[in-house]
């Protein structure tokens, strides 16, 4: 018999802080390419799971369950395993705090088909931590399909490597007013190189390109939006080149990067 109360599930870890802004589709549809990225790049395990039964906790044994949820016991059927490196039970368990429907109560999950961010429990493999506040979300086949592409481009050998910050810029005028080139060196967080180049030439539109690895190359082009390369620029370069990146330039010339760094910035649109 179970009971509803946090003391009756003591191997179960608490739902974990929100890390990715994961809502539920009945709010807000298919979620953002950068919004199922952000989700997975913290989440060791994505399942693909069934829910059997669930139980409600009571609000007062529930500690920092958040206003306007309620937090539940959760078990559930293993359907898949997107991502993970070993194998899973067949039933899994886990802590969710979900949003209370227009009337206060708890919305009818059970037999109700997820997607789950999550992590491993120490020496519990039927448990799991949801990686964040909404770490489970309804089971659709877009949102299916959009994971598991996601999944595929972050696990790929040669996967773009999360920004960690800029390292140097510098910018070599040309022989021509308004002409010259930018190029932005990115600190990784592997090592990996990254480099930004923008070229601009007068009456032209000004380009901009990224090269992945040692050899910067002059014909890279923008990355396509919704792509792990273009989430791992949108997402994570900083809203400004820091002063040292361009401390060994002039003025006019670190104007310059700067300048160019805010055309990417543009171009690249909002991590939404």
């Given amino acids: 018999m179970l009971f509803c109360c946090a003391a009756a599930f003591p191997a179960l870890a608490q739902p974990a802080p929100q890390t990715a802004q994961i809502r539920h589709e009945a709010q807000s549809g298919l979620p953002s390419y950068a919004t ?14 069934r829910i059997t039964d669930l139980i409600r906790i009571k609000d007062n ?9 309620a937090r539940l016991y959760v078990r559930a059927d293993v359907l898949a395993l997107i991502r993970g490196s070993s194998a899973l039970p067949t039933q899994i368990s886990y802590l969710a705090d979900v949003p209370l429907d227009s009337r206060g109560k708890v919305p009818k999950l059970k037999k109700q088909r997820v997607l789950l961010f999550a992590r491993p429990v120490p020496g519990k493999a039927s448990d ?66 990254i480099s930004l180049q923008v070229l601009r030439r ?64 543009r171009d690249l649109g909002p991590c939404s």
């Avoid at 990225?37 to 693909?48: E, F, H, K």
């Avoid at 044994?61 to 949820?69: F, H, K, Q, T, Y």
């Fill in 61 to 69: 044994a529930a500690p920092s369950l958040v206003a306007g949820r």
């Fill in 202 to 265: 007068p009456g032209e539109k000004t380009l901009w390109g990224v090269s992945l690895g040692d050899i910067v190359d002059a014909s890279a082009g923008q990355p396509p939006r919704d792509t792990l390369a273009w989430y791992r620029l949108a997402c994570g370069l900083p809203k400004a080149l820091p002063q040292d990146a361009v401390g060994a330039e002039t003025p006019e010339n670190a104007e310059a990067v700067r300048q160019d760094y805010q055309l990417v910035l």
């Fill in 36 to 49: 199922v990225a952000t989700a997975i790049v913290g989440a060791p395990l994505v399942i693909d799971a």
């Fill in 128 to 193: 799991i931590q949801l990686a964040g506040i909404d770490g489970q979300y309804a089971w659709s086949p877009e949102l299916d399909t959009l994971t598991r592409r996601i999944t595929r481009e972050l696990l790929a050998a040669d996967a773009p490597p999360a920004i960690t910050g800029i390292g140097n810029a510098f910018h070599v005028p040309g022989a021509l007013p308004g002409e010259g080139e930018s190029q932005i060196f990115l600190k990784t967080a592997n090592g990996a190189p």
